[in-house]
T-cell receptor, first 116, second 112 residues
Framework: GAVVSQHPSRVICKSGTSVKIECRSL??????MFWYRQFPKQSLMLMAT?????????EQGVEKDKFLINHASLTLSTLTVTSAHPEDSSFYIC????????????FGPGTRLTVT | AQTVTQSQPEMSVQEAETVTLSCTYD???????LFWYKQPPSRQMILVIR??????QNATENRFSVNFQKAAKSFSLKISDSQLGDAAMYFC?????????FGAGTRLTVKP
């Protein structure tokens, strides 16, 4: 099956610094990638929808300047958490939508961010 | 607002028995897909089953089947012959052209 990778799987950073999370579709092209945030024992909350070559669409309440999303190619999207604070600590998951079918989605393994 | 509702935070089933997880959704879109995902402790999302909204026939995947009631906007998951490995969080979700939404999840426990 199709594979989506996320890097890093875990990251610890100091408050005030920025951290970048990469999401790659390894064997297919993704027209759209979704970024989610998941708190412990809760569901996935959609943060933004990222389309290759265009600006990301952010969900209401998600700060665009804080969570920078770039979808530079059909296989790579990045989420940069800028000026991170402890409340940004969470599990971040990306998913990539297969351009061949339009509906098949594959999830990355997630990135656990801890801000100290 | 487009939403997905899972009214059962927790469910329990005896090994080898059958359990049904409920899901309702609300969307104004006419073209969409519905999914059930399983999330084990590793937190990797695993696709269990998918249903295209335009198809009337209920999807089945081995021990997993759905009861899709489009008019009622209901999409329940039936797990037959439950196994210990089925224990996990289960999320119902729908996908449209522009976004994907998840329900709050149902934690399934399988008793030996």
């Amino acid at each position: 099956g199709a594979v989506v990778s996320q890097h890093p799987s875990r990251v610890i950073c100091k408050s005030g610094t920025s951290v970048k999370i990469e999401c790659r579709s390894l064997d297919f092209q993704a027209t759209t990638m979704f970024w989610y945030r998941q708190f412990p024992k809760q569901s996935l909350m959609l943060m933004a929808t990222s389309n290759e070559g265009s600006k990301a669409t952010y969900e209401q309440g998600v700060e665009k300047d804080k969570f920078l999303i770039n979808h530079a190619s059909l296989t790579l999207s990045t989420l940069t958490v800028t000026s991170a604070h402890p409340e940004d600590s969470s599990f971040y998951i990306c998913s990539a939508r297969d351009v061949r079918t339009g509906y098949e989605q594959y999830f990355g393994p997630g990135t656990r961010l801890t801000v100290t | 607002a487009q939403t997905v509702t899972q009214s059962q935070p927790e469910m329990s089933v005896q090994e080898a028995e059958t359990v049904t997880l409920s899901c309702t959704y609300d969307t104004s879109e006419s073209d969409y897909y519905l999914f059930w995902y399983k999330q084990p402790p590793s937190r990797q999302m695993i696709l269990v089953i998918r249903q295209e909204a335009y198809k009337q026939q209920n999807a089945t995947e081995n021990r997993f089947s759905v009861n899709f009631q489009k008019a009622a906007k209901s999409f329940s998951l039936k797990i037959s012959d439950s196994q210990l490995g089925d224990a996990a969080m289960y999320f119902c979700a729908y996908l449209t052209t522009w976004d994907m939404r998840f329900g709050a999840g149902t934690r399934l426990t399988v008793k030996p």
